[in-house]
């Protein structure tokens, strides 16, 4: 079945650090994929839909030039916190689907640890 | 994005029956129902959805009141592997993104 790959699974990192996390689609193209993140004992927040060829689409209160996202190609995109702070320490997750009307596939997120 | 209603909690053993149920009495005529679950570290998963018939498939059973405004998740035997938050979601065709609400944990005891 489809498969969204997520990398890396895990970074632990100082203060002002920038990380950059990749989001594959294996099997299929996507045209469109979405960044989740999520806090301990909370649920999944959407922060954007990235859009292949375009800008990425942030939900409010999510701030485009600290959430910088990448979608170069059908099959690839990226999310590079910028100038990573504590705060910033969470769950972060991916998804795409091959169509509009087929069930998402979610990556196995990465968690981001900032000292 | 229509509003879900689901137990914060639910409790079950292993090899026996679960019904997780959600409220969605906002749902639009066009919404499917759409159910993922999150197992623990990992992202979630799909499980199954639905418009208006009872559907079933080999993780799961998805029984849809006839006026559209609540549904069931049936897991007909739990496993120890099926202890995760359930989410409930109501999606537009065609639209893509998913709005999580704060779902289910489900426990299974041994």
């Known amino acids: 079945g489809a498969v969204v790959s997520q990398h890396p699974s895990r970074v632990i990192c100082k203060s002002g650090t920038s990380v950059k996390i990749e989001c594959r689609s294996l099997d299929f193209q996507a045209t469109t994929m979405f960044w989740y993140r999520q806090f301990p004992k909370q649920s999944l927040m959407l922060m954007a839909t990235?859009?292949?060829?375009?800008?990425?689409?942030?939900e409010q209160g999510v701030e485009k030039d600290k959430f910088l996202i990448n979608h170069a190609s059908l099959t690839l995109s990226t999310l590079t916190v910028t100038s990573a702070h504590p705060e910033d320490s969470s769950f972060y997750i991916c998804?795409?689907?091959?169509?509009?009307?087929?069930?998402?596939?979610f990556g196995d997120g990465t968690r981001l640890s900032i000292l | 994005d229509a509003k879900t209603t689901q137990p914060n909690s639910m409790e079950s053993n292993e090899e026996e029956p679960v019904h997780l149920p959600c409220n969605h009495s906002?749902?639009?005529?066009?919404?499917?129902i759409h159910w993922y679950r999150q197992l623990p570290s990992q992202g979630p998963e799909y499980v199954i959805h639905?418009?208006?018939s009872n559907v079933n498939n080999r993780m799961a059973s998805l029984a849809i009141a006839e006026d559209r405004k609540s549904s069931t998740l049936i897991l007909h035997r739990a496993t120890l592997r099926d202890a995760a938050v359930y989410y409930c979601i109501p999606h537009g065709r065609g639209a893509q993104k998913l709005v999580f609400g704060q779902g289910t944990r489900l426990t299974i005891n041994p």
């Open positions: 906002t749902i639009s005529g066009t919404d499917y």
């Open positions: 639905g418009l208006t």
């Open positions: 998804s795409a689907s091959s169509t509009a009307n087929q069930p998402q596939h």
């Open positions: 990235s859009n292949e060829g375009s800008k990425a689409t942030y």
